[in-house]
C-alpha cells in the first residue's frame, strides 16, 4: 500500500492536528493548564464521584483529554506519529473509518486506563491514546515481515506487539525527559498512562481490517 503524499486526501489527520495545536496554544499563552487538566482530563474516579456542573461530563472527558497536552515535548512528539502514521492510514481506510478510528481510540485508552485503577484520582491527558489506535491499524495495514521464525499473518501480529512495545516505551522517555525539566513549555512530574496507550493500540489493530473492509464493501 503506498501512502498519498497528498494532504488533501488526508484531511481529517490534518484538521486533529491542527485543533490540537491550536486549543495548547489557547491553554499555554493563557496559563490555563491547571484548571483545563481538571476541568476536560480524564480521571478515572470520577465516575463514582458526584459532578456539580463545573467540569466536562465525565462520559465526554476522553476526547476532551486528547485536546490537552503537558508540554511542547508531549504535544510534538504526539503530533508527529500522528501526522506520519495518520496520513498514510487515512489514506487507505479513508477519512470517515480514520476519525472512527480516532474517536474509539480515544475510548479506548480511557476504557483500559480505567480498568487499570478505576479509583485513581490522576488526570489523564493528551492524545496518545487515540494516537495509539491510528498507529495499531497502521502496523497493521504496512508491517512487513521481517521476522525470520513465523510466516504470514502471524508475523504480522508480532510486528504490530514489537511496534506496540516501541510506542510505550517511547512514551516511557518522553514522559521522564518531562518530568526531569530542562525544556521550554514542558509538563512537570508527567507520569506515562501506559495502560491507555496500550488499549488504544490494541483497538486500532482490531479495527484495521475490519475498516478497510467497511470502506471496499461495494467493491
Request: positive net charge; proline residues 4%; aromatic residues 10%.
Amino acid at each position: 500500500m503506498r501512502p498519498t503524499e497528498s494532504w488533501s486526501k488526508a484531511r481529517v489527520t490534518a484538521g486533529l492536528s491542527l485543533v490540537t495545536v491550536a486549543c495548547w496554544l489557547v491553554v499555554a499563552v493563557l496559563g490555563l493548564e491547571d484548571w483545563a487538566f481538571v476541568w476536560g482530563g480524564f480521571i478515572p474516579a470520577r465516575l463514582t464521584i458526584a459532578d456539580d456542573g463545573s467540569l466536562v461530563p465525565f462520559w465526554l472527558t476522553p476526547l476532551t483529554a486528547t485536546l490537552l497536552h503537558g508540554g511542547i515535548i508531549h504535544l510534538g512528539f504526539n503530533l508527529l506519529i500522528l501526522v506520519f502514521c495518520g496520513r498514510r492510514v487515512e489514506n487507505v481506510l479513508g477519512p470517515v473509518s480514520l476519525a472512527i478510528l480516532y474517536l474509539l481510540g480515544a475510548y479506548a485508552a480511557a476504557g483500559a486506563q480505567y480498568l487499570a485503577d478505576p479509583h485513581s484520582m490522576m488526570t489523564i491527558i493528551g492524545a496518545s491514546g487515540a494516537i495509539s489506535a491510528v498507529l495499531g491499524a497502521y502496523a497493521m495495514l504496512f508491517s512487513r515481515n521481517r521476522v525470520s521464525f513465523v510466516s504470514g499473518r502471524l508475523a504480522v501480529w508480532v510486528n504490530a506487539l514489537w511496534l506496540m512495545a516501541a510506542w510505550v516505551i517511547l512514551q516511557i522517555l518522553v514522559g521522564i525527559a518531562s518530568a526531569r525539566g530542562g525544556f521550554p513549555f514542558t509538563g512537570d512530574g508527567m507520569v506515562i498512562a501506559v495502560a491507555a496507550h496500550i488499549g488504544g493500540f490494541i483497538i486500532g489493530v482490531l479495527l484495521a481490517n475490519p475498516l478497510l473492509l467497511f470502506r471496499y464493501r461495494k467493491a
